[in-house]
């Protein structure tokens, strides 16, 4: 990259750098926005836990009080509830993910059109950085 635009990214990283986690440390709640899930005049749907071995029993419950401690989470009484389903990294280590299939059978669907792909790879030109 030329010098100029090398000092411009790290320049505008450096005044956003609280928007950047660095692997799992400071990534805490986002209180920007607050999200609805409108579910119309459904009753809160309440799934008990699947199915586990003692070994992703645990793994679950360590992520989960290293998400609290995280602040990434918090404790919670709601009546609604999903259970939480393990996936298996190729490093071998363990995805925490929440089976929401009943809650998104239940939302309403918000209608916001996708951008057209070959738009949005015009835009980009011949960007060198991307972000997501």
């Known amino acids: 990259f030329p010098q100029q635009e090398t000092e411009e990214l790290v320049d505008v990283l450096l ?3 609280s ?3 660095l692997k799992n440390s400071g990534l805490g709640m986002c209180k920007v926005a607050e999200h609805e899930i409108h579910t119309e005049m459904s009753a809160p749907v309440h799934q008990v836990p699947y199915k586990s071995a003692w070994k992703e029993r645990s793994i679950i419950q360590k992520q989960v009080e290293e998400m609290l401690e995280k602040q990434v989470i918090e404790r919670s009484n709601s009546p609604w509830a999903a259970p939480v389903v393990l996936v298996k990294k190729k490093d071998g280590s363990w995805r925490f993910c929440v089976d929401y299939l ?6 309403v669907k918000d209608v916001y ?3 057209r792909i070959e738009e949005t790879l015009s835009r980009m030109g011949n960007a060198c950085i991307f972000s997501t």
């Open 15 to 17: 005044e956003f750098s």
């Open 19 to 21: 928007c950047f986690a």
């Open 102 to 107: 009943r809650l998104n059978a239940i939302s």
């Open 113 to 115: 059109p996708l951008p």
